[in-house]
């Protein structure tokens, strides 16, 4: 089996190695150049969830506090309706 190899590559010319090889350089090259730019669109795009998840955080705890400060300070508007659905319901009541 070793000398039926060897003798394939034996009509293999010089010109076709050549060939071979230019291709070989051309797929790497290509190759090469499509995984640069897939690494920097994966670094751009890191950076831009990185920033979302961040203003997510930052929508977060702003709506976090307006929920605190309404529960520490009811409305004075608020107040007054619930006195005067509550007036309602003891009128309703007796009535």
Do not use: H
């Not at 290509?30 to 670094?43: D, G, P, R, T, W």
């Not at 300070?73 to 007054?80: A, M, R, V, Y």
């Amino acid at each position: 089996m070793a000398r039926n190899k060897e003798e394939e590559f034996q009509y293999i010319s010089e010109d076709d190695y050549k060939t071979l090889i230019s291709v070989y350089q051309q797929k790497t090259f290509k190759l090469f150049n499509e995984n640069i730019s897939l690494e920097a669109k994966v670094a751009t795009l890191s950076s831009l969830v990185e920033d979302l998840n961040q203003t997510v955080l930052d929508i977060t705890k702003e709506k976090e506090k307006i929920n605190k400060r309404a529960v520490r300070k009811p409305k004075s508007g608020s107040s007054k309706i619930e006195e005067e659905t509550e007036e309602n319901e003891d009128q309703e009541t007796f009535n």
